[in-house]
């Protein structure tokens, strides 16, 4: 079993060789048809998160699912990059326009917008891992009396409303989350009937494979939803109706909550959910 480069290993060919590499995954991952995608790396620690949003013709973003071979190589640019004077990029872009064009724009100083905030525990961990001098570490990432993305704070609640949380299908490798507890058939079709009616904010025209079941191709929505207080993506329903698996136990909790009924949701929170979606700000 081969060992990991150590930090700061990859010089710049090597860089580029990889960073032209992630670009021939994503395309591989892309629908037929495509124009301009973006795909954002971020990584704390051992927290991670990778997004991808095909860029429609007319400027809107449609999420698409990301290629789990994108991450390892991600995360083996973002070590190979390491510099004991700054450390390394906590979040990546990378644009891809057709026939042949790309760009990659590196973060390394401003918290990335995570979909899921890291644990307290990733700040020290990335510190571990790629350690950097005080002077070039940032007040979010030192931890000094910086608040966590979504937690609450201090003062008049913002105009835009409290900030809506996002559910996951797939954990942090791209791989589907199955380990959770079973739900009776009755209570899951009132489940899946309220993810599935709540109001769709975004939908793309194709339909992404059945991670479990590979015969299942082009048969997953690709849509979000939201409920004004919960985003999904339409695979949520999708697989707790195909294969059991439920959402995640604390959307379960506010669906039982609710007694599966649907609250209204107004166009302002529509407006909210596209905007956490494709990472916009309102």
Same mark, same amino acid.
């Given at each position: 079993? =081969? +060992? *990991?480069?150590? *930090?700061? =290993?990859?010089? /710049?060919?090597? +860089? +580029?060789q990889l960073i032209q590499?992630? #670009?021939?995954?994503?395309?591989?991952?892309? &629908? !037929?048809? @495509?124009?301009e995608s973006t795909t954002e790396y971020r990584s704390l620690g051992g927290h991670v998160e990778t997004v991808c949003r095909l860029i429609a013709p007319n400027g809107s973003a449609? !999420?698409?699912?990301?290629?789990?071979?994108a991450g390892p190589l991600?995360?083996?640019l973002r070590r190979g990059m390491y510099?004991?004077?700054?450390?390394? @990029?906590? =979040?990546?872009?990378?644009?891809?326009q057709r026939p042949g064009s790309y760009a990659v724009d590196f973060n #390394?100083?401003? /918290? !990335?917008? @995570?979909?899921?905030?890291?644990p307290p525990s990733a700040r020290a961990e990335e510190l571990r891992l790629h350690p950097r001098p005080a002077a070039a570490t940032p007040q979010w990432l030192a931890g000094e009396a910086a608040p966590q993305?979504? =937690? &609450? +704070? *201090?003062g008049p609640p913002q105009a835009g409303g409290p900030q809506l949380r996002t559910a996951e299908v797939f954990d942090d490798r791209g791989n589907p989350i199955t380990e959770r507890a079973e739900i009776g058939r009755a209570e899951a079709d009132r489940v899946a009937e309220y993810l599935e009616t709540a109001p769709v904010v975004l939908a793309a025209r194709s339909y992404d494979d059945d991670r479990l079941d590979r015969q299942r191709t082009g048969a997953v929505p690709m849509t979000f939803h939201t409920d004004g207080t919960w985003i999904w993506p339409g695979a949520v329903a999708y697989y707790l109706r195909q294969h059991g698996v439920a959402p995640e136990p604390d959307l379960l909790n506010h669906i039982r909550?609710? #007694?599966?009924?649907? *609250? /209204?949701?107004? /166009?302002?929170?529509?407006e909210r959910a596209v905007a956490a979606i494709t990472g916009e700000r309102v």
């Open positions: 079993m =081969s +060992q *990991p480069e150590p *930090p700061g =290993s990859l010089d /710049e060919a090597t +860089q +580029q590499e992630i #670009g021939r995954v994503i395309v591989r991952a892309l &629908p !037929p048809g @495509w124009h449609i !999420p698409l699912a990301a290629p789990p071979e991600f995360e083996r510099q004991p004077d700054r450390g390394t @990029w906590v =979040s990546a872009v990378y644009r891809l #390394g100083d401003r /918290e !990335p917008e @995570w979909q899921t905030p890291p993305v979504g =937690s &609450p +704070q *201090p909550a609710r #007694g599966f009924q649907l *609250p /209204e949701v107004t /166009e302002p929170q529509r």
